[in-house]
């Protein structure tokens, strides 16, 4: 397997990842970004309404204004899965299906996951109807009936940008309120597509060759079944941080790596940045995943130049 020398290894390609792959190009850190999807699930926000001078802007295309920028500085970004990471002496090894990359320093910029709600009929289809990215699919449901299942600001934006497409969306929620931004709230009470089915589950996911009902653990409107063409899920997500459990990396009991102010972890050479750390009050923002990547990246440079 061919190997390749680096200053630093950047595994993630959301803001945090791509902001870090920036500002090590502007410290003329000899570094490359390995990720399977850069952009990482800010590419899936239907909009972007608090990115700092500029007023609504897709997720797609602001990171890929961020990738583009990342290029043009010299980033080199390798669209591949990290499958192993190991440390012989003071070098870092990464494996990917590919090469083998070795570097001094890491950065952990590895997002989150999807949660999933673990009841039959969710894998077998998923793909049919059954879909965790309402901006990669709602095209797909014109004029369909579909339910969104959540009750936080991802599901709202979910259910706006499926009403764009779908004849009727219903939000499945298990709580007596959604805990939304204000602004939701205002847009759902004008909507005429958008229904909210308060204090109720969804215990099984119907159909044949693709989605067709749900079952769900009360009944709606004199039935405990729901007809529906799609169900997307938006039950929150937990940080991805499978590949640096073997580390021995440090993390919270959610899951969420500690780091501190440097963006260091626990393990020496390695810093972590965006959503699946501890940072900045654990605020899930595009804008501080890109400043966490920054910060990282300059903790390295220093490291770097004291040796």
Known sequence: ?????????????GPAGLTASIY?????VNHVLIAKEPGGQAVEAH?????????SVSGLELTQKMREHA????????????????????????????????AKFLILALGMEYRKLQIPG????????????????????K?????????????????????????KVFIIYRGDKLKVDPAYGE??????????????????????????????DKKYDGSDELDVQGVFIEVGSEPGVELTKKLGVETDDRGFILVNADQSTNIPGVWAAGD????????????????????????????????
């Not at 909009?47 to 007023?55: A, F, L, R, S």
Request: one cysteine or more; a positive charge; aromatic letters at 8%.
């Open 71 to 102: 290029e043009k500085l010299g980033g080199k970004i390798l669209m591949d899965s990290a499958s192993n990471i190991s440390k012989d002496g003071d070098v870092w090894s990464v494996a990917t299906h590919t090469a083998n990359y070795k």
């Open 187 to 216: 847009k759902f009470a004008k909507s005429e597509k958008i229904e909210i089915i308060y204090q109720t589950n969804i215990k099984e996911i119907l159909g044949d060759k693709s989605v067709s009902r749900l079952k769900l």
């Open 1 to 13: 397997m061919t190997e390749k020398n680096y200053d630093l290894i950047i595994i993630g390609g």
């Open 24 to 28: 090590a190009s502007r410290y003329k």
């Open 122 to 141: 969710e894998v077998e289809f998923k793909g049919k109807g059954v879909s965790y990215c309402p901006t990669c699919d709602a095209p797909f449901f």
């Open 143 to 167: 004029e369909k009936i579909v339910a969104v299942v959540g009750g936080g600001n991802s599901a709202a934006s979910a259910a706006q940008l499926l009403s764009e497409y779908a004849s």
């Open 47 to 55: 909009k972007v309404e608090n990115w700092p001078g500029t007023v």
């Open 276 to 307: 699946a750390t501890t940072g900045s009050n654990k605020m899930r923002q595009i804008i501080i995943a890109a400043a966490e990547g920054a910060i990282a990246s300059g903790s390295v440079y220093k490291k770097l130049q004291t040796g």
